[in-house]
């Protein structure tokens, strides 16, 4: 059990400019979730994924934002024309959960800090 | 829609002293509540979680937490800090019986520990 891996863990980008930012789960972890934090506060939750399905969407994630996770596996969060109130950073958490019942417990990477100029 | 609030932002305790930090949530139902710990520029590391049960909750490095519904608190206790326990605290809580899964962060209580 390797954890959460994130990549890359820093990015500084100028405004305007897109990023995207990787998220490779635990292994077999069914479930993946974004979040952002910025500082001084908590996690906020962006969205999440069943397998390869998107299944909820926080208010936070605007437009220019897009989150894939195409093979069930690892996930990409993109942000276009970045903006300087996104620098922040972005946290990755995964858990595995085989039945309805929801008692299953995130784990989280390392994060991507973003800074934009 | 569930919230968490901890009410100190900031604590300073003397290493070997004992410790509590304080959660309080509000949620309708039966909440599923976690401690996480984050050293600077790191990510989350889980320190133990409540979903039923025993109220009293033990966790990694010695900490324990209480589940009181009548006061709608989790706090987290550690009978004696280290040094190595400075970082921020932040609790969650999460309403899986609802199928939601996103985790309700609260703000985080910083801990400095004194030699």
């Known amino acids: 059990d390797t954890g959460v891996s994130q990549d890359p863990r820093h990015k500084i980008t100028k405004r305007g400019q897109n990023v995207t930012f990787r998220c490779d789960p635990i292994s077999e972890h069914n479930r993946l979730y974004w979040y952002r934090q910025t500082l001084g506060q908590g996690p906020e939750f962006l969205t999440y994924f069943q397998n390869e399905a998107q299944l909820e969407k926080s208010r936070l994630l605007s437009d220019r934002f897009s989150a894939e996770r195409p093979k069930g596996s690892f996930s990409t969060l993109e942000i276009q024309r970045t903006e300087q109130g996104d620098s922040a950073m972005y946290l990755c958490?995964?858990?595995?959960?085989?039945?309805?019942?929801?008692?299953?417990?995130?784990?989280f990477g390392p994060g991507t800090r973003l800074t934009v100029l | 829609a569930q919230s968490v609030t901890q009410p100190d932002i900031h604590i300073t305790v003397s290493e070997g002293a004992s410790l509590e930090l304080r959660c309080n949530y509000s949620?309708?139902?039966?909440?599923?509540l976690f401690w996480y710990v984050q050293s600077p520029g790191q990510g989350l590391q889980l320190l133990l979680k409540y979903f039923s049960g025993d109220t009293l909750v033990q966790g990694i490095k010695g900490f324990e937490a209480e589940f009181k519904r009548s006061q709608s608190s989790f706090n987290l206790r550690k009978p004696s800090v280290h040094w190595s326990d400075a970082a921020e605290y932040f609790c969650a809580v999460g309403a899986g019986d609802t199928g939601r899964r996103a985790l309700t962060f609260g703000s985080g209580t910083r801990l400095q520990v004194q030699p």
């Open positions: 958490a995964s858990s595995n959960q085989g039945g309805s019942t929801s008692t299953d417990t995130q784990y």
């Open positions: 949620y309708g139902a039966t909440p599923y």
